[in-house]
């Protein structure tokens, strides 16, 4: 017999593993596409909203109000996640789905009624909130049930692009809007939005993994494992950083007149998709920190480009850039939540995870708003670039132990 080359043999071995090309699992399911519809109908809905800060401008709110009315919002979100993460974890994902898109269809109804920066307003961005936290964690908790393991982070990169091109689409037709109408058709529009993707969660059904030997524990026990809290902390970062983006550029573009907002989402969510199609499987095949830290740094120098930014062809590199790294950091840091959690707490674990999005509203609104008011943009846009930088640089400190392991029914092994 005649031996076996070892690239024969090695390639063997390949086309046995799970993640190899030959054996690799399907993504694209009908429960995933259907749930991908419903996730990028309501993250469109939620997209028109890039443009509230001019409504509140009209009506008399500053930046720093500005930015505090957003932090109302993500500080309602952060209360509602322990309540989302157990329901998910002990009735399913389906339930919070449902509700949540109820609520988001009446609260994008009620923006009609708001017509001064009083009581009311608050009223509204406090159910926005709820309504966000529900469809943001359950969403993306359903995801992450559907996607086999072994193509986990491209799986729900991919799924990601049903929210990240709803941030092109509704800065873009936020601009189309309100150029022909007005705020009230802007919120007209959110609202079929929001009844479309209920409409398509109804045929929803759970995905969750069966549950295995160790009993689920309590929410705040199930997030503070060791091996979670370097994630949580980078998570934080990249969220708060982005936030004065999200939050202010409107603002920006108003004051200095450079750009357009539909430039800049348009940018920052084509780059980031296109980099999700061709390159999703980048990740899984180098490791999935290996490819985090140039995404951080891409992150960091779009930021760096903004500070100096003078004129519209300036803020698009800077949103491609942008949209570059967000593209591979939030799947990145996704699959790595779900990988070192328990799969009974998966609900809790992603719960955690994207309330990290509204803590960094509640904490980065209003304190860019703040440099904004004593400083300017080029300061602000510059601040951004220090913190992301120099929270990637503690978590390769903080995280260097972790191999990214997956639970074993104990606990994570540090490498």
């Known amino acids: 017999m005649t031996p076996a080359r070892p690239g024969a043999e090695r390639a063997a071995r390949d086309d046995q593993r799970p993640d190899s090309p030959g054996a690799r699992e399907r993504l694209l399911t009908a429960p995933f596409l259907l749930s991908a519809a419903a996730n990028f109908l309501q993250s469109l809905a939620f997209n028109l909203y890039l443009h509230l800060p001019g409504y509140l401008k009209e009506l008399g709110a500053g930046e720093v109000q500005i930015g505090f009315l957003f932090s109302v919002t993500a500080a309602t979100a952060i209360a509602a996640r322990p309540t989302v993460g157990r329901v998910m974890d002990a009735e399913g994902r389906r339930v919070v789905i449902f509700t949540g898109g109820i609520l988001n269809v009446a609260v994008c109804a009620l923006y009609l009624t708001i017509h001064s920066l009083g009581p009311w307003l608050y009223v509204v961005r406090i159910g926005h909130g709820i309504a966000e936290a529900m469809l943001f964690a359950a969403l993306f908790t359903q995801a992450a049930d559907i996607v086999p393991p072994s193509r986990r982070t491209e799986g729900i990169a991919l799924f990601g692009v049903s929210g990240l091109l709803p941030v092109s689409l509704g800065g873009l037709l936020g601009d189309l809007i309100l150029s022909r109408a007005g705020y009230a058709r802007l919120f007209q529009v959110s609202i079929a939005f929001a009844a479309a993707s209920l409409a398509l969660s109804v045929p929803l059904r759970d995905h969750r993994p069966a549950r295995d030997t160790a009993a689920a524990r309590s929410f705040f026990t199930a997030v503070a494992e060791r091996s979670l809290l370097p994630l949580w902390f980078i998570g934080f970062v990249f969220a708060a950083t982005i936030t004065a983006t999200f939050t ?38 180098i490791g999935p920190k290996r490819a985090l830290f140039p995404a ?31 593209g591979f950091t939030f799947p990145i840091l996704s699959g790595l939540v779900v990988t070192r959690a328990r799969p009974v707490e998966r609900g809790a674990a992603l719960s955690l995870f994207t309330a990290l999005f509204d803590f960094g509203v509640l904490v980065g609104g209003p304190f860019f708003g703040v440099v904004i008011r004593l400083a300017g943009y080029p300061v602000m846009f510059a601040t951004q670039a220090v913190v992301m930088l120099a929270g990637t640089v503690a978590f390769a400190v903080w995280d260097r132990r972790y191999a990214g392991e997956p639970y074993d029914g104990k606990r994570l092994v540090p490498s």
């Open 248 to 285: 202010f550029l409107k603002t920006f573009v108003m004051e200095t007149h450079i750009g357009s907002v539909g430039m800049f989402f348009s940018a920052y969510s084509g780059a980031g998709v296109l980099l999700r199609l061709a390159f999703g499987w980048v990740p899984e095949r």
């Open 296 to 326: 951080l740094a891409m992150l960091t120098t779009g930021f760096v480009l903004l500070a100096g930014a003078h004129t519209a062809a300036a803020v698009v590199v800077a949103g491609m850039l942008c949209g570059l790294g967000h």
